[in-house]
């Protein structure tokens, strides 16, 4: 796990009204790490997902690097409809991710998986080729190696239902220049972190798209200069 975000999340979790109040009962309060971000963006996503996803019928969801669960958690309380499958490389996470389903309960979480999204898709816990209507990925792509990026885009083309729907979230680059200078600046301190870190250009994602059957087909502003990209699956690859 990237180490920063880690400390920031037990900082959080330390300094919260949960750590004081439950003392010798926290010990699973206590995994449920929580991001700040997670917390900011989560309902401005949930806006993308409920003015383009049915809420009347049953729906497969899988989220590829689902961190601390909060996002997983508060979409299955929106689309009871949708059956989710959390999914983690890191076992700090995905211990986090089934504190959260244990303490509220969901019938429509799954226990969390491991996935590493770099692997190929047959190693990605036995998820069928086009057993999922929607694949979420928030934040991952650009505080990932290139290879995570490229795992995702080959695995959501297989494992998407014809017409299903990819959202992914994050600052992104556009035709090789990012804008304003605070996702410069943020870039940057990405780079200098881990070479292999950086915000990912939307051309190549369209491109990657385009490569496994997946039609890049909005851009939506987010807040904090930050996009959801919607791509759908046109047809089976
Ligand atoms: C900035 S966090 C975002 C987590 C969560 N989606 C959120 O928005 O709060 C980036 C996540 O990418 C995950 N990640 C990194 N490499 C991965 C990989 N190879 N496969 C799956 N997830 C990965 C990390 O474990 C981490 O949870």
């Not at 990932?144 to 083309?157: D, K, Q, R, Y």
């Not at 304003?180 to 190549?204: A, I, K, M």
């Not at 798209?209 to 200069?225: F, K, S, T, W, Y």
């Given at each position: 796990m990237d180490l920063f975000?880690?400390?920031?999340?037990?900082?959080?979790?330390?300094?919260?009204?949960?750590?004081?109040?439950?003392?010798g009962t926290c010990r699973r309060m206590c995994k449920m790490l929580n991001a700040a971000a997670a917390d900011r963006n989560k309902d401005p996503i949930l806006a993308v997902l409920k003015s383009r996803v049915a809420s009347?019928?049953?729906l497969v969801a899988l989220e590829i690097s689902?961190?601390?669960?909060?996002?997983?958690?508060?979409?299955?309380?929106?689309?009871?409809?949708?059956?989710?499958?959390p999914s983690e490389i890191e076992a700090q996470s995905i211990s986090s991710i089934e504190a959260y389903r244990e303490y509220h309960k969901l019938q429509n979480v799954k226990p969390p998986i491991y996935l590493d999204v770099s692997q190929s898709w047959e190693n990605w816990a036995g998820i069928q080729p086009e057993s999922c209507d929607l694949i979420v990925n928030?934040?991952?792509?650009?505080?990932?190696?290139?290879?995570?990026?490229?795992?995702?885009?080959?695995?959501?083309?297989?494992?998407?239902k014809p017409q299903g729907l990819l959202l992914t979230y994050g600052p992104?680059?556009?035709n090789g220049s990012i804008t304003?200078?605070?996702?410069?600046?943020?870039?940057?301190?990405?780079?200098?972190?881990?070479?292999?870190?950086?915000?990912?250009?939307?051309?190549?994602l369209k491109t990657l798209?385009?490569?496994?059957?997946?039609?890049?087909?909005?851009?939506?502003?987010?807040?904090?200069?930050n996009k959801c990209l919607l791509f759908h699956k046109d047809s089976v690859v």
């Open positions: 975000w880690a400390f920031a999340q037990f900082r959080k979790c330390f300094g919260s009204p949960y750590f004081a109040a439950c003392k009347d019928r049953p689902s961190g601390t669960g909060q996002h997983v958690i508060h979409f299955a309380k929106a689309f009871p409809n949708i059956s989710w499958q928030i934040n991952m792509m650009h505080i990932s190696p290139p290879t995570c990026t490229m795992g995702l885009f080959n695995g959501v083309g297989k494992i998407l992104y680059a556009f304003p200078q605070s996702n410069v600046d943020f870039d940057h301190s990405l780079r200098y972190r881990n070479p292999e870190w950086g915000l990912r250009d939307v051309t190549l798209g385009q490569e496994n059957g997946l039609r890049l087909e909005e851009i939506v502003d987010m807040p904090a200069n």
